[in-house]
Each structure stands twice: as C-alpha cells, then as structure tokens.
C-alpha cells in the first residue's frame, strides 16, 4: 500500500509543483493520473521514490515511512518500488534476459551486471517472469532489435523481478501505438492484480485509461481535482 499525506514541493525555481496532495493506494490498486502537462504528475511519481525531495509531507510504503528515511533505509525501500519509464530504459546491446536479471541489481552499475553470476532461483524467477509477459521466445534477442511493444515487457519483466510492492509507471505507453498500448495496459492490470501490487500510471490519454483502471486522480496545477471512478471522470475535468 502507497499513502502519501499533504505532500508539497516547490521547486528553487517556479511555482509550487505539488500543493498538498493526499492519496492512498491499496495493494492490488492500479491508479491512472492524469492532469495537464505541468500539472505535477511526473513530480509526484519522483518524490514517492525520492528521486526528488519533497518539500513537506509524508510518504509511506506500507508500514514504512520513504519521506525521512535514511540513505540505507531509502535504498531497500527503492528495491520495493518497480520503476518503468516510457523511454524503456533498456541496455541497448545487452539481450532479454540480460536486461531483465541486471533489474535483480538495482543500481549497480550496469558493467558489474556483466561479470556478476546469478543464483539459480533468480534465473529460474526471469524464465517465469518472461514468459508471464509474453517474452519467452524473444530471452536472447538483443534489446535494440525488440519493438516498442516488446521494450515495455522487457521494463515490466525487470521491474516484477525485483517482487515489488509498487510500481511507478511513467507514461507507458506514449511511444506505442493504440493497440500496443492497450495490450500492454491490459497486462499492466492483470500482473498487478495477480501479485497485489499496488501501482501508480502516469498517462495522459485518458480514453485508454478508462478502458483499463478503475480509479483516477486528476491533478491539476499541484492539486487533486478529481480521485474516484474512471467512468465518472467526464463531467469534472
Ligand atoms: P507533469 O508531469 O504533470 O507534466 P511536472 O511534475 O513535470 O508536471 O511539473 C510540475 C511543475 O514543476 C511544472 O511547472 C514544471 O515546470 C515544474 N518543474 C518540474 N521539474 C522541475 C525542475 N527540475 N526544476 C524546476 N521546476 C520543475
Ligand atoms: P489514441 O491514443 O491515438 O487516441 P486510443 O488507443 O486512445 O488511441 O484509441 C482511439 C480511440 O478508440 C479511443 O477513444 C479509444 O477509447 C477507442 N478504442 C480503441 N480501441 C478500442 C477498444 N478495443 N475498445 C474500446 N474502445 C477502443
């Protein structure tokens, strides 16, 4: 479960990015936010991971407190946090498997991820975890011969590896075509209904998050507009 209480930041420069913004995400919740550009979306995904510092609030991932962790403690709260990005970052010259057993890492350099051998289960774990994102003919393919589509499975897979409580998902898919996109949102919605994941999707095309989650967050200008049903979304924003 994310909880995240009055949580505020104000960039050096600029006006307030977040305004006070409460939420709780139960496990097994897939949550679209959407809201203009600019509105703070991509801020909020960062400071639930600290990636940026909030400027006041409290951010909680179950019983855990992220605002206010140590460094040590901040780095095993990361490891419950599945991060997936729309620029699929991926390791270009590395294969499938590659990509998705150096996610067992997390921030390790990405060169150590080459001479390090890997346990068993952990190898065992990706076979599953590819095949359960429809990748289990393509484990040795190199990155950069993957569609768009397939790049996003191979983020999912990496991410899943890491058996994480939340996933923060940044613009999934903004580089895919429709119907890509709504594959991979379909699949978004059953592994994190399978695992009890409680997820976060920034995405802008509203049809699309209709169509697949069940709750949406409006933010607008660092303040939630709207928090309920997605059928309902309609007449407020
Ligand atoms: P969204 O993801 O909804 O487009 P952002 O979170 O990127 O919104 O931006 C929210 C506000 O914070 C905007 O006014 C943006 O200009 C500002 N902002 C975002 N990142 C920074 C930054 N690193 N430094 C200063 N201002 C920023
Ligand atoms: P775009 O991002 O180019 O708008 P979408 O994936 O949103 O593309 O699809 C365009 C429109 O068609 C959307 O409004 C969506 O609701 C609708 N649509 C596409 N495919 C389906 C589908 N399988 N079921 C229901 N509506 C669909």
């Given at each position: 479960m994310l909880r995240i209480e009055g949580l505020q930041k104000q960039y050096r420069?600029?006006?307030?990015?977040?305004r006070g913004v409460d939420l709780v995400v139960p496990a097994g919740e897939v949550i679209g936010l959407i809201g203009?550009?600019?509105?703070g979306k991509s801020t909020l995904i960062r400071c639930v991971n600290r990636l940026v510092e909030p400027t006041a609030g409290r951010i909680f991932l179950g019983d855990d407190e992220?605002?206010?962790?140590?460094r040590r403690a901040l780095r095993r709260l990361r490891r419950r946090m599945g991060m997936i990005f729309q620029e699929f970052a991926?390791?270009?010259?590395?294969?499938v498997m590659e990509n998705v057993l150096a996610?067992?890492?997390?921030?390790?350099p990405f060169w150590r991820s080459l001479t390090r051998r890997f346990p068993p289960e952990d190898v065992r774990n990706a076979f599953a975890t590819l095949d359960r994102v429809g990748l289990l003919d393509h484990?040795?393919?190199?990155?950069?011969?993957?569609?768009g589509g397939q790049r996003q499975r191979v983020g999912i897979a990496r991410a899943l590896l890491q058996d994480p409580d939340l996933l923060l998902i940044d613009?999934?898919?903004?580089?895919?075509d429709p119907k890509t996109s709504r594959q991979i949102m379909r699949l978004i919605g059953e592994v994190c209904a399978e695992r009890r994941l409680a997820a976060v999707v920034n995405i802008h095309d509203v049809a699309l998050a209709q169509m697949f989650l069940g709750r949406i967050v409006g933010l607008k200008a660092g303040e939630v507009v709207y928090d309920g049903p997605?059928?309902?979304l309609d007449a407020t924003v």
């Open positions: 420069t600029g006006d307030a990015a977040l203009p550009s600019g509105a992220v605002t206010g962790a140590s991926l390791v270009e010259r590395l294969t996610g067992r890492l997390g921030a390790v484990v040795d393919k190199r990155a950069d011969a993957l569609s613009e999934p898919t903004a580089s895919l997605s059928a309902g």
